[in-house]
């Protein structure tokens, strides 16, 4: 198990050398995905449930799907704030 940034970079060299191995890729973050869209690396599906999700989390293509919204914040404790 590796983080995005390490696969994003295998996959991007397999696209230049021919040698895609994955068929489903899941990243922690979606910057990716639309510039493989434009650069054609994706093929376009649509899950059962797709058109539930949120315009904003998917590609209106079915090039790619975010699978989960993580928010971070900051949490404290009100009686302890001072």
């Known amino acids: 198990m590796d983080y995005s940034k390490f696969h994003d970079a295998r996959i991007d060299n397999q696209l230049a050398t021919g040698t895609l191995v994955p068929d489903v890729v899941q990243l922690q973050t979606l910057q990716d995905f639309p510039r493989w869209k434009r650069e054609g690396a994706l093929l376009p599906y649509k ?24 928010a971070f914040s900051t949490v404290y404790n009100v009686d302890k704030s001072g």
């Open 47 to 70: 899950p059962a449930g797709f058109s539930r999700v949120h315009p904003a989390f998917k590609d209106p293509d079915g090039a790619w799907t975010g699978i989960f919204v993580d």
